[in-house]
């Protein structure tokens, strides 16, 4: 166990909607990272968050939007959900930004039918 | 651009070695070594900083040369538990900054038979 939890762990929907997807970081850790694995086209990153702020983005899609909360939780927002978003969603947590080893949560497996 | 990782599957059985290599085309501020099985997160083996150094952890341990950009895991008496798929994520740094991006290999499938 990482000490970093998702919510929810499935997730099945269909085109077109909305789904928001939860990690708390491990106690300690300020910095969130979001990746998605997809049998295609692997593990992306896609955004992290330090302590509140944006640092860096990856191949995220302007459907995709994420935010990181005083209390440091983040929650990445998918909308206009396509087939081709059906897959597993991690996030990982470290105590600074960057240079550190990134602990992966269990991931929230993402159906869109 | 995505690092190399070779090669793709490995088959051992218990006790045997193996090495899985991953190479990039960037310069490299650390890589990070990961153990993932089939439905699971990842899990963080160890990470290497430029310098060279090479780290260990149990009977894992990993090199990074700096120079050549590349990394090497090697997994010594292999147990079945050390059955997965291995990613190593690269870290570059930018304007003299990581910002913890991590750009993952393909991954290597290891299967450790009895």
């Known amino acids: 166990d990482s000490g970093v939890t998702q919510t929810p762990k499935h997730l099945i929907t269909a085109t077109g909607q909305r789904v928001t997807l939860r990690c708390s970081p491990r106690?300690?850790?300020?910095?969130v990272y979001w990746y998605q694995q997809s049998l295609d086209q692997g593990l992306q990153f896609l955004i992290h968050y330090y302590n509140g702020e944006e640092r860096a983005k990856g191949n995220i899609l302007e459907r995709f939007s994420a935010q990181q909360f005083p209390d440091l939780h983040s929650e990445l927002n998918l909308s206009s959900l396509e087939l081709g978003d059906s897959a597993l969603y991690f996030c990982a947590s470290s105590p600074r930004s960057g240079q550190g080893t990134q602990y992966f949560g269990p991931g929230t497996r993402l159906l869109v039918l | 651009q995505q690092p190399v990782q070779s090669p793709q599957a490995v088959i051992l059985r218990e006790g045997e070695d193996a090495v899985i290599n991953c190479s990039s085309s960037?310069?490299?501020?650390?890589v990070h070594w990961y153990r993932q099985k089939h439905g699971e997160a990842p899990v963080f083996l160890m990470i290497?900083?430029?310098?060279?150094e090479q780290k260990g952890h149990e009977k894992i341990s990993a090199s990074f040369n700096e120079k050549k950009q590349q990394s090497s895991l090697y997994l010594t008496a292999s147990q079945l538990s050390y059955s997965g798929t291995y990613f190593c994520g690269t870290e570059t740094v930018a304007g003299g900054t990581s910002y913890g991006k991590l750009t993952f290999g393909q991954g290597t499938i290891l299967t450790v038979h009895p």
């Open positions: 960037k310069a490299l501020y650390s």
């Open positions: 106690s300690g850790d300020l910095s």
């Open positions: 290497l900083l430029k310098g060279g």
